[in-house]
């Protein structure tokens, strides 16, 4: 099953503007962390956020994790048509049968359009 | 120059045949992962191994075989017992167990005649 949600399934704006991506997930978590995807290629790391971690800045990044409401969200700035891609979240198991286990979740496309 | 090898890129094969994709990492990563991508979806844990000689099943392992003999090499094997094996396999590896980012190879595509 899969452990992280993620809204919108698509999102599409205009250089310059910011885009929000939102991660729900269901079971208790190491950290969370963010990944890119351009079309037909492998994945790539973007940022890490541990659970004791409540904001994390990277370049033009921004993540959030609110672990009372099992949710984080990316946010990028200044957005630019290179950022068009797919992002996943993922989320590290505490511990126990899921110790090791990193879960993606369905991931949000985003269209930026110059 | 460290990274992941995943090969074939692309692969074809008819139904009821085996098929062993290759993935391969310098990294010296404990490590290694098994995911399965399906047009515009997410990834789905197949396999994952966090030591030589062990292995734990994902979400989705019924069809997929497995084997971890050393560090460096974590091949995947899709049987004829997979009912739906077209799809985009990605390979992916990190330092230790867990709490780590993981790095990924480009993709193995499979395709079923």
């Known amino acids: 099953s899969q452990q992280g949600e993620e809204d919108p399934q698509a999102l599409s704006i205009q250089e310059g503007e910011n885009a929000t991506m939102n991660c729900s997930y269901k079971?208790?978590?190491?950290?969370l962390q963010w990944y890119r995807q351009n079309s037909g290629r492998g994945l790539v790391h973007l940022i890490l956020i541990r659970s004791n971690e409540r904001e994390k800045h990277s370049g033009r990044l921004r993540v959030t994790l609110d672990t009372s409401k099992k949710s984080s969200s990316l946010l990028i700035t200044a957005s630019r048509a290179a950022d068009t891609a797919s992002y996943f979240c993922?989320?590290?198991?505490?511990?126990?049968?899921?110790?090791?286990?990193?879960?993606f979740g369905q991931g949000t496309i985003l269209t930026v359009h110059p | 120059d460290g990274g992941i090898t995943q090969s074939p890129k692309y692969l074809f094969r008819k139904e009821g045949q085996n098929v062993t994709l290759s993935c391969e990492q310098n990294?010296?990563?404990?490590?290694m992962y098994w995911y399965r991508q399906d047009p515009g979806q997410g990834l789905r844990l197949i396999y994952y191994s966090q030591i030589v000689n062990d292995f734990q099943k994902g979400d989705i392992a019924e069809g997929y075989s497995v084997s971890r003999e050393k560090k460096e090499s974590f091949p995947l094997t899709v049987t004829s017992a997979q009912k739906n094996p077209t799809a985009f396999y990605l390979c992916a590896s990190r330092a230790r167990g867990a709490g780590g980012e993981l790095f990924f190879g480009e993709g193995s595509r499979l395709t079923v005649l």
């Open positions: 993922a989320t590290d198991g505490a511990g126990g049968t899921s110790y090791g286990k990193l879960t």
């Open positions: 079971t208790s978590i190491n950290n």
């Open positions: 990294l010296n990563h404990d490590a």
